[in-house]
């Protein structure tokens, strides 16, 4: 079983950085692929960003690509959400998860075993 616990949220102007992270309880925290998506208000959620640290691959969806970076701390159980130059269209919950099969395609949610209760993410004008 993991638990996964998002910190680091807040309200920012545009063109601010934050740095959410994700803490993991569990060992097996350096076997799973991680990944973060959001859901703003009406809309459906979105993938952002995952690593399968077990095969060297990142992804990120369009949007965030050079403003995003992921990463992790497997000796703190930890993955990163580094994010630069926010936009306001970055506003939503931003959640953390957690795959046990590092080969599915950690794009989809529906791939994801474990999932954190999100971290509101507020970019104004």
């Known amino acids: 079983q993991v638990q996964l616990v998002e910190s680091g949220g807040g309200l920012v102007q545009a063109g601010d950085s934050l740095r959410l992270s994700c803490a993991s309880s569990?060992?097996?925290?350096?076997?799973?692929?991680m990944g973060w998506f959001r859901q703003a208000p009406g809309k459906e959620r979105e993938f952002v960003a995952a690593?399968?640290?077990?095969?060297?691959?990142?992804y990120y969806v369009d949007s965030v690509k050079g403003r995003f970076t992921i990463s992790r701390d497997s000796a703190k159980n930890t993955v990163y959400l580094q994010m630069s130059s926010l936009k306001p269209e970055d506003t939503a919950v931003y959640y953390c998860?957690?795959?046990?099969?590092?080969?599915?395609?950690?794009?989809?949610?529906?791939?994801?075993?474990?999932w954190g209760q999100g971290t509101q993410v507020t970019v104004s004008s």
């Open positions: 998860a957690a795959a046990r099969d590092t080969t599915a395609n950690i794009r989809w949610s529906s791939e994801y075993d474990y």
């Open positions: 569990g060992r097996a925290f350096s076997a799973y692929a």
């Open positions: 690593i399968a640290w077990d095969r060297g691959i990142r």
